[in-house]
């Protein structure tokens, strides 16, 4: 209890700083006042641009290790060249996954955690469609009672139909690459693919309950782990073929003539078939700490002011549906989960959905984004787009 008492004041301290503006947590369960446009093929044009920029940068290096290979001796000093043989592992590496993972990576979320180039530029660019980003206020947040929280707050975003905080993309582009780390790694080390991404699970579901989550902030957040495992899948997309659903993605880079090169349509494949209402923080809760009185006054706010506005939302929806055809409403009402009075309201779940949930059992407001009774899968090995 004092220990992270202390963390918290320290990581606060550092927050509130001049000039510092950031989030770690989000907040799905108040909605935005007006609709979010849709940003998903902006993301994904950028996400795109910087993966291109990666490419030429690893092959612009391709290029030169092949230079140094066939100049002569006497001109090898002069080119700044290494030894032949070394050129020949460093050209080697440089047409590996690991390689090109590791660039995209530099593109797209370096920077000392939780800071990301992808995440600042997530909750700073001007977006063409707005309202882009929806932010809640200090005293409507149901943070309120952990300043630290409630102040560095992600605002909420629209990809492809999904909302969730800008925090997630961050996750996606950082912690995933940690997972895609610890998952080669263990392959180098004799693991099978799917021991190799449990351990890559077990460090998130480690990292939640410490330093990226309940330690400092509280929560243990499912939709974090979620994106996780989507940026291990997405570091992992890069150079292999992966499932989602019951198709077979082809890689997006592939070596043609010694260069990496973009082989898919990355408009329509890159991000949009990896994101899902698993980053939602309402349809896949966190668990809250029951310090001080946090999970007791969270369940409270959700419960009085939370349902009403998702009612309320669902009552609006179903007005501006009347008239049209189902294919026309951009998603389905709203409806609010009953807290049961005999049981917790935020289980503890292994990084996800737990299997076989249904959205009415969630003991918070949610939507069934495909219709009453809708199943939200298990993700971090079992999610079923991935």
Same mark, same amino acid.
């Given at each position: 209890m004092k220990i992270q008492i202390i963390v918290r004041s320290v990581v606060l301290a550092a927050l509130l700083s001049p000039g510092v503006a950031l989030g770690f947590e989000t907040n799905q369960y108040d909605l935005p006042p007006k609709p979010l446009a849709d940003i998903g093929s902006e993301v994904t044009a950028h996400v795109k641009l910087k993966l291109?920029?990666?490419?030429?940068?690893?092959?612009?290096?391709?290029?030169?290790?092949?230079?140094?290979?066939?100049?002569r001796a006497g001109e090898r000093g002069?080119?700044?060249?290494?030894?032949?043989?070394?050129?020949?592992?460093?050209?080697?590496?440089?047409?590996s996954e690991d390689a090109i993972a590791r660039e995209a990576f530099a593109q797209l979320g370096d920077g000392f955690p939780p800071f990301t180039s992808m995440g600042t530029w997530m909750d700073s660019h001007h977006?063409?469609?707005?309202?882009?980003?929806?932010?809640?206020? +200090?005293?409507?947040?149901?943070?309120? !009672?952990?300043?630290?929280?409630? /102040? %560095?707050?992600?605002? @909420?975003?629209?990809l492809y139909g999904s909302e969730f905080g800008t925090d997630k993309i961050a996750h996606v582009f950082q912690q995933g690459y940690t997972y895609y780390k610890i998952y080669r790694q263990a392959l180098a080390e004799g693991a099978t693919p799917v021991e190799a991404t449990d351990k890559a699970v077990r460090w998130g579901q480690k990292s939640e309950r410490t330093f990226y989550g309940?330690?400092?902030?509280?929560?243990?957040s499912n939709g974090? +782990?979620?994106?996780?495992?989507?940026? !291990?899948?997405?570091?992992?997309? /890069? %150079?292999?073929?992966? @499932?989602?659903?019951?198709?077979i993605r082809a890689p997006v880079l592939e070596i043609h003539n010694g260069l990496w090169m973009v082989s898919v349509d990355t408009k329509e494949l890159l991000l949009k078939p990896l994101i899902s209402d698993h980053l939602n923080e309402a349809m896949n809760p966190s668990i809250f700490t029951s310090n001080l009185g946090w999970r007791w006054y969270i369940r409270r706010s959700v419960k009085k002011r939370s349902c009403a506005q998702w009612r309320a939302s669902a009552n609006r929806v179903a007005g501006e549906a009347k008239g049209k055809t189902s294919a026309a409403v951009a998603r389905p009402p709203a409806r609010c989960a009953p807290i049961p009075s005999r049981r917790k309201i935020f289980d503890r779940g292994p990084g996800a959905v737990a299997a076989g949930s249904v959205v009415s059992r969630y003991s918070a407001c949610i939507v069934a984004a495909h219709g009453t009774g809708a199943r939200l899968r298990p993700c971090c090995g079992g999610m079923t787009i991935l």
């Open positions: 291109q920029t990666a490419v030429d940068k690893v092959n612009a290096e391709i290029a030169s290790s092949e230079r140094c290979i066939a100049a002069m080119h700044g060249c290494g030894n032949p043989d070394n050129e020949k592992i460093r050209l080697a590496y440089l047409r977006f063409l469609a707005q309202p882009a980003r929806y932010r809640t206020s +200090l005293w409507k947040s149901i943070f309120i !009672l952990n300043p630290g929280v409630a /102040l %560095t707050i992600s605002p @909420t975003v629209n309940t330690l400092v902030a509280g929560v243990y974090d +782990l979620c994106a996780n495992y989507v940026g !291990l899948k997405f570091y992992q997309g /890069l %150079t292999k073929p992966i @499932t989602i659903g019951s198709a």
